[in-house]
């Protein structure tokens, strides 16, 4: 039987930017050096077996070809710890050493946290600035309306079982060439289409539907505003959706895993921070900070308009409770860095073994299955694959509510503080089916 191409490749967490990512900033082991960079030995091994699964059907069926999509699932770019103008020097070196276009046609990219303002970006280029562009008069494409950005634009990828396969992104007109500025940090070696949050692969005949996303927000920090505000907005927010989860939630991601990312010494300090938490040490700046926030706050409650007998006992009074807010925020801390390799860590996203056995994750991704419900209500969803959690889960069957049950698949990542990293990558076969990749055994 001949050999078939799979549809696509399926990978997350590739973190360009990280020092522990695909990227290293010197010779470490695990890392191969590719001119004036050092890769990750895994994601070479990886491109010299789709090499020699290329060079297969070469053979068999003459050509040069091509994978069709490269599925990156969030967190490819890593602007919460380096600045962008650093991001994008480094993703250009990158994508010319490892040329991905030898091997594939285009590279669909789904944000994740640590990029996600790559997707504010896209919308703000493709609603606000190319429309206001052509008012200007530098364009004369197109209409001249500034757009509402849309928060959510999942793709749809429609397989026939025998190969065939059609691309949609929602609000975006074929043919999709990746006229967008993410092709310009691949040195436009490679198009790059951008959907956020879901991929949904449609099985032809109702065989069946896979949600691909990144899974931020399948973790209580990446919900914190929506679970927070939700409740108090019953009346503009009549049914939480996938729109309202990303609109609600935007300013926090933004903040965290973007605008502390670009201000200089403040980014230095709190990757040092971040990276001593996730290695469940207790950051000597933390101290710090909670003790600058206790002089702030103790600094802003005066009672001065009080008679001097009540003024002194609000300050000895609010003193100490102060003091108990600041140790036990402080003990908190220590607690959950000592358990920075465990379920009940600080939200870092990293060291987390058994995401899939918390049940609170479990419940959380059960009712991100019902917005995609909602937003797909024709679908019959049966595979599940998110990445974010740096941690490979090979094809798990995990029942949900209502008497469902997902086939889960994590791709792992490429980036870890080891040398080695937990990197399973996955294939949409040409059945539309998704599962591990075995050399040219897929």
Same mark, same amino acid.
């Given at each position: 039987?001949?050999?078939?191409?799979?549809?696509?490749?399926?990978?997350?967490?590739?973190?360009?930017?990280?020092?522990?990512?695909?990227?290293?900033?010197?010779?470490?082991?695990?890392?191969?050096?590719?001119?004036?960079?050092?890769?990750?030995?895994?994601?070479?091994?990886?491109?010299?077996?789709?090499?020699?699964?290329?060079?297969?059907?070469?053979?068999?069926?003459?050509?040069?070809?091509?994978?069709?999509?490269?599925?990156?699932?969030?967190?490819?770019?890593?602007?919460?710890?380096?600045?962008?103008?650093?991001?994008?020097?480094?993703?250009?070196?990158?994508?010319?050493?490892?040329?991905?276009?030898?091997?594939?046609?285009?590279?669909?990219?789904?944000?994740?946290?640590?990029?996600?303002?790559?997707?504010?970006?896209?919308?703000?280029?493709?609603?606000?600035?190319?429309?206001?562009?052509?008012?200007?008069?530098?364009?004369?494409?197109?209409?001249?309306?500034?757009?509402?950005?849309?928060?959510?634009?999942?793709?749809?990828?429609?397989?026939?079982?025998?190969?065939?396969?059609?691309?949609?992104?929602?609000?975006?007109?074929?043919?999709?060439?990746?006229?967008?500025?993410?092709?310009?940090?691949?040195?436009?070696?490679?198009?790059?289409?951008?959907?956020?949050?879901?991929?949904?692969?449609?099985?032809?005949?109702?065989?069946?539907?896979?949600?691909?996303?990144?899974?931020?927000?399948?973790?209580?920090?990446?919900?914190?505003?929506?679970?927070?505000?939700?409740?108090?907005?019953?009346?503009?927010?009549?049914?939480?959706?996938?729109?309202?989860?990303?609109?609600?939630?935007?300013?926090?991601?933004?903040?965290?895993?973007?605008? %502390?990312?670009?201000?200089?010494? &403040? !980014?230095?300090? $709190?990757?040092? @921070?971040?990276? /001593?938490? =996730?290695?469940?040490?207790?950051?000597?700046?933390?101290?710090?900070?909670?003790?600058?926030?206790?002089?702030?706050?103790?600094?802003?409650?005066?009672?001065?308009?009080?008679?001097?007998?009540?003024?002194?006992?609000?300050? %000895?009074?609010?003193?100490?409770? &102060? !003091?108990?807010? $600041?140790?036990? @925020?402080?003990? /908190?801390? =220590?607690?959950?860095?000592?358990?920075?390799?465990?379920?009940?860590?600080?939200?870092?996203?990293?060291?987390?073994?058994?995401?899939?056995?918390?049940?609170?994750?479990?419940?959380?991704?059960?009712?991100?299955?019902?917005?995609?419900?909602?937003?797909?209500?024709?679908?019959?969803?049966?595979?599940?694959?998110?990445?974010?959690?740096?941690?490979?889960?090979?094809?798990?069957?995990?029942?949900?509510?209502?008497?469902?049950?997902?086939?889960?698949?994590?791709?792992?990542?490429?980036?870890?503080?080891?040398?080695?990293?937990?990197?399973?990558?996955?294939?949409?076969?040409?059945?539309?089916?998704?599962?591990?990749?075995?050399?040219?055994?897929?």
């Amino acid at each position: 039987m001949p050999l078939r191409l799979p549809i696509a490749f399926v990978l997350s967490d590739v973190h360009l930017g990280d020092d522990h990512g695909v990227l290293a900033p010197d010779h470490r082991t695990g890392y191969q050096q590719i001119g004036d960079i050092w890769v990750r030995t895994a994601l070479l091994e990886l491109l010299a077996s789709i090499d020699r699964m290329l060079e297969k059907v070469a053979a068999e069926q003459g050509g040069a070809p091509r994978i069709p999509y490269l599925v990156v699932a969030g967190d490819l770019w890593d602007t919460a710890i380096r600045n962008l103008s650093d991001i994008a020097l480094l993703s250009r070196s990158f994508f010319e050493a490892v040329e991905l276009e030898k091997r594939f046609e285009q590279m669909l990219f789904l944000p994740g946290n640590h990029d996600h303002q790559i997707w504010r970006m896209v919308q703000t280029e493709t609603c606000v600035i190319r429309p206001l562009e052509r008012i200007a008069g530098r364009s004369t494409q197109g209409g001249d309306k500034v757009f509402d950005l849309p928060q959510v634009a999942n793709a749809r990828l429609d397989v026939d079982g025998t190969g065939g396969h059609t691309l949609d992104i929602q609000g975006v007109r074929p043919p999709y060439e990746g006229h967008v500025f993410t092709t310009g940090l691949t040195g436009g070696r490679l198009p790059v289409n951008v959907a956020y949050p879901n991929l949904y692969v449609c099985r032809s005949h109702g065989a069946g539907t896979a949600i691909v996303t990144h899974g931020h927000f399948l973790q209580a920090a990446w919900r914190l505003l929506s679970d927070v505000l939700g409740p108090a907005l019953a009346g503009p927010i009549p049914a939480m959706d996938l729109f309202f989860l990303e609109l609600l939630n935007a300013p926090l991601t933004d903040f965290v895993n973007y605008s %502390l990312g670009q201000v200089g010494p &403040l !980014s230095s300090a $709190i990757d040092r @921070i971040y990276d /001593q938490i =996730r290695d469940g040490q207790m950051p000597p700046e933390l101290d710090l900070l909670l003790s600058s926030l206790r002089t702030v706050v103790d600094r802003e409650l005066t009672f001065e308009d009080e008679p001097w007998p009540i003024e002194r006992i609000k300050e %000895l009074a609010t003193d100490e409770v &102060l !003091s108990l807010h $600041i140790h036990l @925020i402080r003990s /908190q801390l =220590r607690f959950s860095i000592r358990n920075a390799k465990g379920t009940r860590a600080l939200p870092t996203g990293r060291h987390e073994s058994g995401f899939l056995d918390d049940a609170g994750n479990r419940t959380r991704i059960d009712e991100y299955i019902k917005l995609c419900q909602r937003d797909q209500p024709d679908a019959t969803f049966d595979t599940f694959v998110f990445g974010h959690t740096h941690e490979a889960v090979r094809g798990r069957a995990v029942s949900f509510s209502q008497g469902t049950t997902m086939t889960m698949w994590n791709p792992g990542s490429l980036a870890s503080e080891s040398a080695d990293c937990d990197l399973l990558p996955l294939v949409i076969a040409a059945d539309g089916t998704i599962r591990a990749f075995e050399g040219g055994r897929h």
